[in-house]
């Protein structure tokens, strides 16, 4: 009886957690995504691949703003100008208005890594790390 | 004084506007970004000063940005804490401008970018929202890597690039902590969430977010082993930038660090949270003795000072961590009073390196030699700084790390009380270096290839010997004082100014030192209600 | 307590001497003039305070009651002139003026470099050292005793050469591990326990230690004991206790006057002085035997019986440690580690005799060593000698000098009537009276005075007794441990003996003492009749010979000087009369302090010094000093914790 009465419990959590699986897919790809840029940022040699992985970590993090403001069957956070517009259902808006603005950000960072690559480049004539670290300590 | 509350939003917009003046002028006329800064940051320095004088004396200003009320507009909050910090930041920046203008670099991207930094730096000071904290930081990173990279060599670029991807690394890892903050509370505004946090119904949501704020700010502050990106910012930058980023930059992180942990989350929060107290005391400690062993073993006099940082922010963040197991207002003071000081005496040290460097060339610790009988003066604000950074009172160095100890003992945290301690004999370890080669080492041929330049004409000397009082305890010299002075008064490249804003922050440094019961009461509201 | 500025004025008369020192560099006179009036000033601001101490009155002045300005929260920066406090600032203060004439001959007749550095250091030393006599809280003791550190670093750096950074660099990890980390720790830790009861958090000294301590340590033992022994070592590293006193002897590639007041004077005794501070009045004789310390295998024994054991250690191994030296500067700062042991041990006894004893040891050692220092450094001026082995027959050369060394040497071992002897009678007295264990500390302190004897009177020896040409070996210093069958070693000074085998080889020289003075055939020296004679010349001609060959083999590695030649000239030492063997300059100050170190041996009553020891144990122990002795040593120790 006890036992049942366990396992029953563990089935109960075993269908939210692949409810919330399934429901917050979203979250599980942001960290996924997560992972991948911060793997490019790592493995990768290449200086602009490792600018592509820092955007792509920034992203990851913008989705997972947005998906968190989502509300299920809610629309765009777009209120009617009418005094009362009564029951709407819209997304959060702060995080929308966040990642506008943290998008901002990210692209003027890009803007500025890429010229820095662009001087290196201008500069070694490489834009690969391993190489650049050799020419630099042959200086 | 009814107005007063628009300084705040001045504060930062003034800088950020102001910013675009040196391009705009530069297009008619060619040296304008000295003028535009100068006036800018004085005038910034001014409002600072009433700023204080109110929050000081009748409490915190408030602004609320556009009259959106905070839950979801930004709020603009002057309070002891940030004050401290506004005052600081303004009246660097004003100092540093007296020592870029023969000094260099003088373009009038370089004012822009100055002024960029300063006005983020201002927004971390004075924002209350922990989003806007976000987009600040991230100003304030733009415009540092810019300021890096303006450096001379390609080696800039390089460093500035490695700062760049680790900086917005960092940032991101922040906003992700703020992401799952947002996410257990449905706020973004300091005071909402230090009252949503504790009632969040999913703690793991907190502490998630928790953990990825302190790695970002580890990154940020430059914390041991995440300061990678720090030393070789702070070495290819150009020499007058190196003072007000090191100066300012991590010292603005570290405050805002601090503000997460004392007015979001909360002391008595994070006490129960599990290891959140022992991984912050870890990583502070951790760096303070990594980051002197480090420093040690340089060089290259900017490099270690450098690493020095890394071991002095070491300490603060120590600090923050005995403020969350002990619950420590002492130890609470002790880190504001080290973050400015320290802020303070980099500031000084930094521009003593950068003048040497201006003047000789020297860059290396051996390059030193000999320093103390040529410029006299400097050589013995440097001094006064170094002991000061190793904490020999009276200096505002002691005066932090006295309260800083205290609170360790007081928390009976013993070990980082051990830490703290044994830092004075660490930071003596490379303090001593520099001040044995500029004073007891004399100079050789070998290590000065730049001999002083030519004594031509003693034009400006009858100021300068003004400036060559004696002004300090271990300003000494041997009948060759003014000598090293002497320069001809068109090529120097040593101005007044330069050596008279170094010397300002050395006095500064052991005014202060005296300070030490002002600043605890000045802070005293605000401990009073962040910690219970 | 009455508030008055004269503490501060004390303390900054020689900081405005500094400004005034670098600003008149280019004229040494001048200069020198500012040294001498800063002294002459200082010492007078603080015998002018002097009778109404003595009389009961003590002078404070406050930062925080003068200009609303707190140091540090709860802390105030205050100075207070109280008896302890003027014991030493007086004898600081009246040693530095006739210092400062000798450092002017010294630095002079050596025409050292950076002159306005040294004056500026010096100076500043000063300022520093009364600051912690007048220091009336630990913080403030603290703030003086890491910037003494501070300033006398250019003076133990001054030569610039590799030797003496090294010694600097010792110097300042020595003294700031003492400062900086114990002393500090130790401050905070007090602060700290004060703060966990009522009356507290203090840190301000009180005669009979503080009462907020004494409850919180009945709260906290263990931390109250670790407290202890932090704020003793932070001291003991300026007072040269062992382990912690080998900066002391290092230091000595310091000019002589800087050895003389400040390594002998003011900077060790500040730490003599602070272990006073501690135990009188800031944990009390009573809280200090009330906080027994468990000893496995011993049992509970008293936080004062560690100290005292490691002060009596130190000055047992320091004196044998100085008869193996034979750099007279560095046998003279063995001799000091030893004799601020005797400080150390007296106070650390506790009994009332003990402490007067130890509290009167701290002038009457400083007019003793100083004048030795000043003898080794009129040596090194006039002839450049350094080495006691070559100082044979140096007594006819400077007569003066060597007489008041023999004086000085007499007051080391405490031979009556000189200063010493009082200050160990008194220890002896509070040693037997304690009794039991303690007769082990009498007993070091006679072995001691015997040591003393023979590491000092060798020199007198040497100096009078012996000629260039015919002096006996030193066993000690040139045998190696343990001695050897031959009589006659290879003159070396220190432990690199073993090392030097090669050395020793050269040994086909005669065996024997007396077979060697018999090859000696240089009777015929003719004594020059120049007025400058050829001091400074070395031994280069009779290092032909067997004699000389011996004397300038001496193994000198480790000291400083190798470049000068010491040792008589080759005509041998001239003779000279008191009156023209150096300048006034120099002369004038070590007459002057050796009478100082036989006044206060015949006449301690007379002397001010010993009126102001009483004074304070009187007011440690709060009761009339001629009760104290009729009163039993347990009782007396109950009484102040009460």
């Given amino acids: 009886m006890v036992t049942a009465a366990v396992s029953a419990q563990q089935i109960e959590r075993w269908t939210t957690m692949i409810e919330l699986l399934t429901s917050r897919y979203t979250y599980v790809l942001m960290f996924v995504l997560l992972g991948i840029g911060l793997y490019m940022i790592i493995a990768s040699q290449n200086l602009v691949k490792k600018l592509i992985g820092v955007s792509l970590f920034q992203t990851s993090i913008f989705l997972f703003f947005v998906s968190m403001a989502y509300v299920e069957g809610g629309s765009a956070p777009i209120v009617p100008p009418e005094s009362n517009p009564g029951e709407l259902l819209v997304a959060s808006p702060l995080p929308q208005v966040i990642v506008l603005t943290a998008i901002v950000v990210g692209i003027a960072l890009t803007a500025v890594g890429l010229a820095l690559v662009i001087r290196i480049y201008s500069e070694y004539g490489t834009l690969r790390e391993d190489t650049l670290r050799e020419v630099r300590a042959d200086e | 004084m009814s107005n007063i509350d628009l300084i705040p939003p001045l504060l930062i917009v003034a800088p950020i506007l102001a910013a675009t003046l040196p391009i705009a002028l530069g297009l008619r006329y060619d040296r304008t970004g000295w003028s535009v800064a100068t006036i800018t940051s004085t005038g910034l320095f001014a409002a600072a000063l009433a700023l204080a004088s109110v929050v000081y004396t009748s409490g915190e200003v408030i602004h609320t940005l556009g009259g959106y009320p905070r839950t979801y507009g930004i709020q603009l909050v002057a309070d002891e804490f940030s004050t401290l910090i506004v005052l600081l930041i303004t009246g660097v920046a004003a100092g540093v401008l007296a020592y870029t203008r023969r000094g260099g670099p003088r373009g009038n991207t370089f004012y822009t970018a100055y002024l960029l930094l300063v006005g983020g730096l201002l927004g971390i000071s004075l924002t209350g929202d922990v989003f806007n904290l976000f987009v600040f930081l991230e100003i304030t990173s733009i415009a540092t890597y810019a300021l890096v990279a303006s450096g001379d060599g390609p080696e800039s670029a390089v460093a500035a690039l490695k700062y760049l991807i680790l900086g917005t690394v960092a940032a991101s890892m922040y906003l992700l902590g703020v992401a799952f903050v947002f996410m257990a509370t449905g706020t973004l505004n300091m005071v909402e969430l230090s009252t949503a946090i504790p009632a969040a119904e999913r703690p793991v949501l907190i502490q998630t977010g928790f953990a990825f704020i302190v790695v970002g700010f580890a990154v940020k502050v430059a914390q041991w082993p995440l300061h990678t990106w720090q030393p070789s910012a702070y070495q290819q930058a150009p020499d007058g930038v190196t003072p007000l980023i090191a100066a300012l930059v991590s010292t603005a992180s570290a405050y805002a660090f601090g503000r997460l942990i004392v007015t979001v989350f909360e002391v008595d929060y994070l006490a129960a949270m599990p290891n959140a107290a022992a991984i912050v005391l870890t990583i502070g400690c951790v760096s303070v003795l990594a980051g002197t062993v480090l420093a040690v073993i340089q060089t290259e006099v900017k490099r270690m000072l450098a690493y020095s940082s890394v071991s002095q922010f070491g300490l603060v963040i120590a600090a923050y961590g005995v403020v969350i197991a002990g619950n420590s207002e002492t130890a609470l003071t002790g880190a504001v009073i080290h973050l400015v000081g320290h802020g303070l005496l980099k500031t000084g040290l930094f521009l003593g390196a950068a003048l040497v460097a201006a003047s000789y060339g020297a860059r290396t610790v051996d390059e030193y030699a000999g320093l103390a009988t040529d410029r006299p003066i400097v050589a013995g604000s440097m001094a006064v700084l170094l002991f000061s950074l190793v904490g020999i009172p009276p200096s505002i160095g002691f005066v932090g790390k006295w309260y800083i100890a205290l609170g360790a003992v007081e928390s009976q945290l013993w070990p980082v009380a051990a830490v703290i301690f044994l830092s004075t004999m660490l930071t003596l370890a490379y303090a001593a270096r520099l001040l044995e080669k500029m004073y007891f080492t004399p100079a050789t041929v070998v290590e000065r290839p730049h001999a002083r330049g030519p004594v031509a004409t003693d034009g400006g000397d009858a100021d300068r010997d003004d400036d060559s009082t004696p002004d300090s305890e271990v300003e000494i010299d041997d009948g060759r004082a003014a000598a090293g002075l002497r320069g001809g008064a068109a090529r120097n490249p040593v101005s007044v100014g330069m050596i008279a804003i170094v010397v300002v922050v050395a006095l500064g440094a052991v005014a202060l030192g005296f300070a030490g019961g002002a600043i605890a009461e000045l802070l005293e509201p605000f401990l009073t209600e962040v910690i219970n | ?642």
């Fill in chain 3, 1 to 642: 307590m009455v508030a008055d500025i004269r503490p501060l004025a004390a303390v900054l008369v020689s900081a405005v001497a500094i400004v005034l020192i670098i600003a008149s560099h280019r004229r040494p006179n001048l200069r020198e003039g500012w040294s001498v009036v800063a002294a002459l000033a200082k010492f007078g601001i603080i015998v002018s305070m002097l009778p109404a101490v003595i009389g009961g009155t003590v002078f404070e002045w406050s930062l925080y009651e003068s200009t609303g300005i707190q140091f540090l929260e709860g802390i105030d920066f205050a100075l207070r002139a109280d008896p302890l406090g003027i014991f030493f600032a007086l004898l600081a203060s009246f040693l530095w003026i006739f210092t400062s004439f000798y450092a002017t001959g010294y630095m002079r007749g050596l025409d050292e470099h950076a002159q306005t550095r040294f004056f500026a250091s010096f100076a500043a030393s000063l300022s520093t050292a009364v600051g912690i006599a007048f220091a009336a809280n630990l913080v403030t003791i603290f703030v003086f005793y890491e910037l003494l550190s501070l300033v006398t670093y250019p003076l133990v750096a001054h030569n610039e050469d590799d030797e003496a950074r090294i010694a600097g660099r010792k110097y300042l990890t020595y003294t700031f591990f003492g400062g900086g980390v114990f002393l500090l720790a130790g401050t905070a830790m007090v602060y700290w326990l004060t703060s966990l009861v009522e009356g507290g958090p203090t840190l301000a000294f009180e005669a009979g230690g503080m009462e907020a301590l004494a409850a919180a340590a009945q709260a906290e033992p263990v931390y109250a004991q670790a407290a202890f022994f932090l704020l003793i070592a932070g001291f003991g590293v300026k007072a040269a206790l062992m382990p912690l006193h080998s900066w002391l002897a290092d230091a000595m590639v310091a000019p002589t006057p800087v050895s003389g007041l400040l390594h002998a004077v003011a900077v060790v005794k500040s730490g003599a002085f602070g272990v006073a501070r501690v135990i009188l009045e800031v944990y009390g004789p009573g809280l200090i035997r009330d906080l027994p310390l468990d000893v496995p295998g011993i049992g509970e024994i008293g936080l004062n019986i560690p100290v005292a054991i490691v002060a009596a250690f130190t000055l047992t191994a320091a004196s044998i440690i100085a008869m193996r030296k034979d750099h007279l500067k560095r046998r003279l700062a063995y001799s000091t580690t030893a004799q601020l042991s005797y400080i150390v041990l007296g106070l650390s006894m506790l009994h009332p005799y003990a402490i007067v004893g130890a509290l009167f040891h701290i002038p009457a050692h400083a007019f003793a060593k100083l004048t030795l220092f000043f003898c080794a450094g009129a040596i090194h001026v006039e002839t450049h000698t350094d080495y006691i082995s070559e100082m044979a027959g140096i007594g006819k050369r400077m007569p003066l000098t060597m007489t008041a060394f023999t004086i000085g040497a007499a007051g080391m071992a405490g031979l009556p009537p000189i200063a010493g002897f009082v200050s160990k009678f008194y220890m002896l007295i509070g040693a037997g009276d304690v009794g039991g264990s303690y007769w082990l500390f009498a007993a070091a302190l006679l072995l001691s005075a015997v040591l003393n004897i023979g590491y000092l009177w060798p020199v007198v020896y040497t100096a009078f007794f012996e000629s260039e040409d015919r002096h006996d070996a030193k066993p000690l210093l040139e045998f190696p441990r343990g001695g050897v069958v031959q009589s006659y070693g290879d003159g070396s000074d220190d432990d690199h003996v073993a090392t030097d085998g090669g050395e020793r080889a050269n040994g086909t020289e005669p065996t024997d003492t007396t077979e060697t003075e018999d090859t000696v055939v240089d009777e015929e020296f003719e004594y020059a009749v120049d007025k400058y004679p050829s001091d400074h010349t070395g031994p280069d001609d009779v290092a032909t010979d067997d004699q000389g060959d011996r004397v300038s083999s001496v193994n000198h590695h480790g000291d400083h000087d190798d470049h000068l030649t010491g040792g008589p000239p080759a005509a041998g030492w001239q003779r000279h009369s008191p009156f023209t063997e150096s300048t006034w300059l120099m002369l004038a100050p070590i007459a002057v302090i050796a009478t100082g170190a036989v006044v206060l041996g015949i006449g301690p009553d007379y002397a001010v010094f010993l009126e102001l020891a009483i004074q304070i144990v009187e007011d440690v122990f709060g009761m009339p000093f001629e009760e104290l002795s009729t009163v039993p040593f347990d009782e007396l120790m109950t009484e102040v914790t009460e």
